[in-house]
Structures are given as C-alpha cells and as structure tokens.
C-alpha cells in the first residue's frame, strides 16, 4: 500500500502571511525509510505535521490540495486513530517529555498505557526498548532533569515502544553523539525489516545516505527532488538546494574531476570502499 | 554492568507499588478518609485539648510513615507562622472572663485566651490534616487511586500537570538565571541587584512555559492520551488491607458521634 | 591573558563526580573544539569556564583571577557563553531590545553602544529579524540571536554549547563566517560539538573528554589519528578518513582532500 500521497499541497498558517508548504507533491510507499532534507524554513517539519495529521487538526490554517495517508483521505481520518497509526517524534527533546513521571521508565511505560496495554506487557516493552537504546543507567531518574541529548534518547524510546506501523521523525539525533546517532539510525533500520515505513528529518547526511530508501529535498515548500537515494544525494543538482552530499560522494565526485572517476556514486562507506579497491587494483595491474 | 538497574526498576514495577512503608501504602483515599475523620473529631470537639491532640496525633502518623522530622519541621512552621497569630489575634479581641493582662481597649481575658486556643488549635489541625497527607502520599498515587474510582485519567493529568509545572517553574527559573549570570547580569547580591535581575528571568520562565504547552499537547497526543477506550497502568497500588477499612471504619464512627454530640450537646 | 584549568573539577553535593580532574589553557585568540560522548563533562568543563560553577577541586583562573574569588557575572563578562537551548537564555519582546539588554545594563556610552550592536547583529546575520519577537523565530535563529546577546559584551572568550544542533548549511556557513571573523579579532572560541565534520573542516585544536576527563589535547589532525583516542571519547574520524584507514591507504588523512590524495 503507499504511505502517503501528496498532490499539489499547499499550507500557510493562520498566524502567517506566507505559506509553509507550496505546491508539494510526492508519494511515499510503505515499508521504507524516507529521508526528508533540505534548508531550515523550506517546510520540513510542516510536513512532518502534515503526514501525522497534526495539519489540520491542531495547527490551524489553510490547506488545499490533495493529501492521502495509508490510503484514506487526511480530512476523513479520526484524529486520535492517525495519532495512534503514525507515531511521532518531533525535534525539541525540551518539549517532547510529558513532564508528569517521576521516572523514565513511567515516562516510556505512558503511551503503551494509553494504548491500554497490559501491565506485564508494557514493563516487557519498556525493558527492550531501554535496552536497544543502551538507557539502563536512566530508568530510575527523573525525565525533568535530563540533558538534551538524553531527554532525545528518552523521547525517542517513549515512541518506538508504542510500536505504530507508521514512525515520523524530526531530526531524532540533533543533540546526540556519533555513537549514539548511529545506535538510532540502527534501531531505525530495525524497524524498517520489521516491516514499518520511517519519515526521517535528518541534517546528517552521511546516516541518511547509509540507511534512507529515498530522499526528498525540500525547498521553499516543496518537493524540489524526490525519488531514490541514490538519485537524489548523487545528483549534482543537490548543493543548489543548499544540501550537502554525503562524503563518499564527494570523494568521488572530486575523483572523477581530477579524471580518476571510481565508477559509481557511493552511498555508504563500504560502496566507496569497493570501488576505490577495485581501482587501486586497476592502477597496479596497469602498471 | 547497568543492566542491573533495568532488572531492579522492572522488577519493582511488576510488584506492587511499595513505599517501603505501611502507613504510606495504605490506600490513598482510605488514608485521606483516616485523616479528615481525625480532623473531623479535633473540629466537632469543644475546647481546645482534643483539636491539639489531633495535631499531635498527626505528628506521630507522620513519624510513623516515616516522614516524621520533615513533617514535624513543617508542622512547627505552621504554628509558628499561622497559630501563633491565630491566636494572638482571637486572645486579644475577646472580651469576657478575668482580666489576666489589662491593655486598655483590648485586654487579655481568661476567655480570650480559651477562644484563641480553641480557634488556633482547629485551624491547626485542618492545616496539620492536609499537609500530612501530602507529606505521606505521592500525588501519582493519589490519581491512581482516583482513577480506579472512576476519574478520567484526563483529569488526574491536569491535576499532576499543574502540580509538576510548579516545580518546572523553579527548575527552569535556576537555568534561565544561570544563562543571566552568563551574560553578565549580576544576580548575587544586594535587594536591588536582585529586582534588576528579577525580570530577564520571569519572562523566559513564562514564555516557556506558555509556548512549551502546546509542543507538550501534541507530543501527549503522540503518546495515544486521546485515545478514547481503557488505559492501563504500570504501576499497581496494593490492594486494600482489611486493617485499612477496620481503621478507616473506627475513625469515621467516632468522628459521626464528635459531630452528633456536638450537634446534641453532649458535651 | 589566558584562561586555565588546575585540576579543575566538579562533583555535585550528592557526590556525583561530573568532572575528575581537568587542565587546560586556552589562550587568546585560539579556537578550541571540545569533543566527545554525552555525559563525558564537556558543559560542566565549559561551564567551569565561565564561572557558572565553581570547581569542587583544583582551581580555574580567568586573566590570573580565581573563579571562586568573582561573582559569575563578574567573570561571565570575559568570559561568555551561550547556552545549549536558546529559550533558556532569551527574555525580551523582540530581538534588537534582546541584544540591546546588556549593553543598556552596563550602561555604556551610546557610540559604544550602537557600534557594538551593529557588530553583534552583522558576526550573527540576523539583521532581518531586529523586530521579531524571538518566540516566533526557527530554534536556528533563535540560537543566532543567543549568541549575538552574548556577542554584544565586551567578552575575549566566547564558549558555544552545540552551535550546530539543527542547523542546515546556510547556518554553518554563517557560522563558520563569525568564527573567522571572531578569531580575526583576537576572540578566543571555545565549542562543544558532535558534528566531526565542522571540526575538521573548522578547527585546528581538538580537546577529546571521556569519563570526566580529558584523554586528548592538540592539532586537528593528531587527535583524530589516536585510534585509542577515538575509541575512548567515542567519537570517529570522518567516513572518507575512515575508508582510507580501511584500505590501508594512509593512517594520518583527516579531510577529504586528504584522501583525495592519497587515492592513486
């Protein structure tokens, strides 16, 4: 089934003159990670709120176009179903804790009792979620008195555990250490082989290369570019956009100016590495 | 190595809720109910012996659930800062009885000081009552208890919601005066130097607070707390003691006849 | 004169040790990155920096001045820092009165004034957001005008705690525009950073923490070829590096041109 299927979208806020989203369109299957990048301001997180449902129903506003979550039309959803189908992490860590549990564990136990599951369930949940994200030594403190990047890790878990089919993600690693971003993007990637589609807003663009099914370039409201990873961070269309290509690709684009092209646009480092062996080969036979 | 801590809160949390003591386990509302009898009889009770008894009582339940020294400093806050006035107040303006001390217009009688005590030692108790409680029982336990008869968690959430953005308020209230003292604000210090800080930190303590509710509304609403259909809980409160009930029992049926005696004047 | 750590460290009064013990000098001018995983102690370290804490042990001197012997405030005025989270930093209705606020407190002359505003707001670029209320402006900017309110003081050391948390090129660009300019100055700049490739691309010092103590201090590129190093503070060498370590190539490529040109 697709995801989402979005047909000329346009958005302005109440509060504002000009619109968030202008004119966007793309279509999202299911069952992968998609990666949305692109300048602040160009509609990111606006259409995070959208594909949540989050536009129209708590950001007020003007909306038109055609906007299709998991093949149902957006207007004709139940807002608390679509808040229960599409689970959802937005991007300040200071905001995305309930702030009435006294401790972690109880803060990521919330949603899964909302949802009314049953007790030893939601501790069983609880601990593997705790455990992917590498937490334990949090469980026991309060959630208000966490720093940025723990409160992200904690917020983060709090919404894998609800287990939704559907996750959007606003730039879950923006206050988190490359190890501990690669841990996210790893769970991330878990997800997607169990069969859930993952929107990921991301700035760090050489995870996203390794692990997104595609990209969508955001600029001034819309979709500038939208298709394949490998299409999209590969193009030398993308720095016009105010995007920086992954580093594999920029090694090889600067190779391939200086006429000793690897052959392909690597996404990830491995990619890279094989064609880089694969011509340091090539060179030695010659010689 | 950290695992342990994982097992041990998982391990809590699949017991019952414990707080390691009786007094505090007991069922909130059935402690609550204990409670306002006590007060109830301190109250319905003529003079000023037994509403100070009640306040005495309450102390020890305080010891009791462990609480005590905390407690007793909150309890002696209270008298000294209420009662005292309290009864100051009321010994000085009634008239009647012996003049113990005269003062002109406004003496100190035999009565004044039989309605003052009377008076401070019922407002104490009242005040004694709630604090105890509070002091005992985590609010958390307390929606739980609300819950299972029949409030909606919504209810219990704005309850919990409010009493946690007070300590937020002061929590956020430290960092925004820390980022002052970055800039170079003086707050340490004299009164004025103090007030001239005061306002680059009540603001941001405010507009936080004002625009972190509705990024707090939508990531509640991320966590299914819309969703119409039964919550559950992780954490379970002990089921109630039959100890409990005969307690509760006793202290309602004494407080009922304090008040019928009062009413009948038995006393 | 310089900032220094003498056995610097910090423990919380319910005896959590934040940071062991830590020595370091910045000195004027210098641009320092400080690395490393979360929970390492890079904001208590920094923090220290400014006087926000006070060491628990050891001392830390500001021009020769002990920390302990200022107000915070009295220190925080060589010493600025910008804090994490903006909203905790900023107050005023609109952005010019923010920026304005320090200077009208410390009552300077109105030349001075003017000319250091005109300064702060520019090293930023939020010129076009002088009449916005903060509030209503992207965390990105919001973090530009933090650290314009703080560029506005007289202050020769500047600390930034995750200047590039959400921000997209445009920002880096900016930023890494006001970090020439500031060191063009002679103004020292402390950073707390994850983001690898801004430090490879931008600084020349990398301070490594791990465990509440600094495990690594010196150039760029001999930190991020410490294999140990790496492994202890978490953090990598950029992908690029990493493929020609893999490959055997070169051990010591640190930037993309490095491996560039070691690739035959």
Known sequence: MVLATLRDVRFTYAYSERPALDGLSLEWEEGKVHGVVGLNASGKSTLCALVRGIIPHFHEGELTGQVQILGKDLQDWDPAELSTAIGCVFDNPFTQISGIRETVFEEIALGLENLGVPRDEIIERVRRVVEQLGIERLVDKNPNGLSGGQRQKVAFASIIAMDADVVVIDEPTSQLDPESSEEVFEIIHGLKDRGKSIVLVEHKIDLLAAYAD??????????????????????????????????????AGLLQEDGRGIGIMPMTRDEAAHAVASRIEEVSRAH | MTSTALDAAAARYLADATLGNP?????????????????????????????????????????????????????????AGVGLILFVLRALLTRGGRVLVPLGPISVTTAGIDAGLRFATVVMAICAAATLFFALVPMRHLMLALEHIGVSPRVSYVLLASFQSIADLGATARVVLDAQKARGIETEGSPLVRVRAFFPVLAPVFLSAMSATEERAIALDARAFNREGAHTSLVRLRRTRPWEWGALTLLVLAAVAAVIGGVLGWF | MPIELRGAGFAYPDGTVAVGSVDLRIEDGERVAIVGQNGAGKTTTVKMMNGLLRPTAGEVLVDGVRTADRTTAETARVVGYVFQNPDDQLFASDVRSEIEYLPRYLKWPEHKREERIARAVDLAGIQDHLD?????????????????????????????????????????????????????????????????????DTFSRVVAMADGGVIADGPRDVVFCDDDVLRRSRIRRLETAQLAKDLGLSDDAVTVDDVVRVIP
């Open chain 3, 132 to 200: 916005t209320n903060p509030k209503d402006l992207p965390t990105a900017v919001r973090k530009f005008v933090a650290i314009a309110a703080i560029l506005v003081s007289d202050c020769r050391y500047v600390i930034l705690d995750e200047p590039t948390a959400g921000l997209d090129s445009n920002g880096l660009d900016q930023l890494t525009r006001m970090l020439d300019r500031l060191q063009a100055e002679g103004v020292s700049v402390v950073t707390i950073t994850h983001d690898m490739r801004f430090v490879v």
């Open chain 2, 23 to 79: 007094i505090r386990d007991m069922n909130p509302l059935i402690l609550l109910g204990c409670i306002a009898a006590t007060a109830a009889i301190g109250v319905a009770a003529p003079g000023w012996i037994i509403p100070l008894a009640a306040g005495a009582v309450f102390v020890l339940v305080g010891f009791l659930g462990g609480k005590g020294r905390s407690y007793l400093m909150t309890f002696l806050k209270l008298w």
């Open chain 1, 214 to 251: 595609t990209v969508t370039v955001m600029h001034g409201g819309r979709a500038a570019m939208s298709g394949p990873t490998r299409e999209v961070l590969g193009s030398a269309e993308l720095r016009s956009y105010g995007v920086r290509p992954p580093e594999v690709a920029e090694l």
